[in-house]
């Protein structure tokens, strides 16, 4: 498994390896970071535990070397001795010197395979959420992964708390946080014109006005909570319109309440869209309305894109909206409370909403860009490097 990659053994950086699920994990917020590590010299391969190999490949595409072991994510619960031994395979073969996991089971497997391919190999973790330590076998990997890792990168203060929180014994000093990071001025240019957004919606009219979010349609997003608040304010506006874009578990029983309260016209769930940006100008206000969130990478998009934001003060969203000019902060399943707060974005006056849009983007483009977070990650990269020349 020794990847052809130009200039890997011999790089001044090192060569890391990252460790991800599988080839799903392949998110512009991955491949994003990937790209900036590589144009600051760091050579990398990236390891998907399960999943084949697809028609085609970003990773791949940018000259990253990806290899595929293509096991069943079922199987995975149990440890796997063989993708152990071939994960060590490759970090000896390609003269790894950090393995980087991204979640809890890809962590597990690469701290494994960098444990047995010997001590020069160093490991970091990436959490991306709160609550992740929920059962003493949870709590039992993680001491292992924890006492075996340089550094802990949470993905905002909330999430780093909750991991010292939950990790007993855990030295504060190995949990850093490195915020998500985007690409802003993606968001700040949208592909197509937000007329052209909505009458692909099917959105006409210019004084339709539309509310919506982005993210999975599961529980903890509180798409449920939008949805009743929306039947309340569709009474007030004749032209208020929803849109839901994502895909999960509860697309059918959001559908149901769709359909119970009659709001089958006015309610859209288009489905998942890899053009966020296009997706994000054709609302008037972004509303986020999570029972829970570690660093929601959609709120920053939302933020760039600038627009009035809502969200539920949950997680890490407290530490980007820090003031009522960059959004509304509200209690989770305050559906009263989400109704406010919608309402009153909705009739901001214009030039109110200009200058909050350009404070917003400037806040993100400042703290939350995915320049920032490639500097983080390579800092700390360069710090464990160093210590290992000087050790």
């Known amino acids: 498994m020794e990847l052809e990659q130009e200039g890997l053994n011999d790089s001044a950086h090192g060569a890391i390896l990252h460790v991800a699920l599988g080839p799903r994990s392949e998110t512009p917020l991955f491949t994003d970071l990937l790209a900036g590590l590589k144009a600051k010299g760091y050579q990398q391969i990236v390891c998907f535990l399960s999943g084949v190999k697809p028609d085609s490949s970003t990773l791949e595409a940018m000259g990253i070397g990806v290899i595929y072991l293509g096991f069943n994510k079922k199987d995975l619960k149990k440890i796997q001795l063989s993708a152990i031994k071939k994960i060590k395979q490759i970090i000896l073969e390609n003269k790894i010197n950090i393995v980087h996991g991204q979640r809890h089971k890809p962590s597990l497997y690469g701290t494994l395979a960098a444990w047995w391919a010997g001590p020069n190999v160093r490991v ?3 959490v991306h959420g709160r609550n992740r330590t929920r059962n003493f076998k949870r709590k039992l990997s993680n001491k292992f992964i924890f006492s075996r890792t340089d550094h802990i990168f949470g993905v905002s203060q909330a999430v780093c708390r909750d991991i010292l929180l939950t990790n ?9 946080c490195i915020y998500n990071g985007i690409d802003t001025e993606k968001f700040i240019q949208p592909g197509i014109s937000r007329k052209s957004m909505r009458q692909h ?23 449920e909570y939008l949805v009743n608040a929306f039947a ?20 059918e029983r959001l559908e149901q309440v769709i359909e119970q309260k009659k709001l089958t016209d006015r309610v859209m769930l288009p489905g998942f869209s890899d053009d966020i940006s296009s997706c994000l100008h054709a609302l008037d206000v972004f509303v986020m309305s999570s029972l829970s969130e570690g660093h929601p990478l959609a709120l920053l998009e939302a933020m760039a894109a ?86």
């Open 232 to 251: 309340e304010l569709s009474k007030k506006y004749e032209q208020l319109y929803l849109v839901i874009w994502g895909e999960g578990e509860q697309r």
């Open 124 to 126: 970091v973790t990436t």
């Open 168 to 176: 007993k014994g855990l030295p504060a000093d190995k949990v850093r």
């Open 201 to 223: 919606l099917g959105i006409n009219g210019d004084k339709a006005k539309v509310i919506g979010t982005v993210g999975r349609l599961t529980p903890v997003k509180g798409h």
């Open 306 to 391: 600038g627009l009035p934001v809502v969200a539920t003060a949950v997680g890490g969203i407290p530490e980007i909206i820090t003031s009522k000019k960059e959004g509304l902060l509200i209690a989770a399943k305050d559906t009263a409370e989400l109704i406010t707060a919608i309402d009153t974005q909705l009739n901001a006056s214009s030039q109110e909403k200009i200058e909050n849009a350009k404070a917003l983007q400037l806040k993100v483009k400042e703290l939350y860009s995915i320049n920032k977070m490639v500097d983080k990650t390579a800092g700390y990269y360069a710090k464990i490097l160093q210590s290992e020349v000087s050790g």
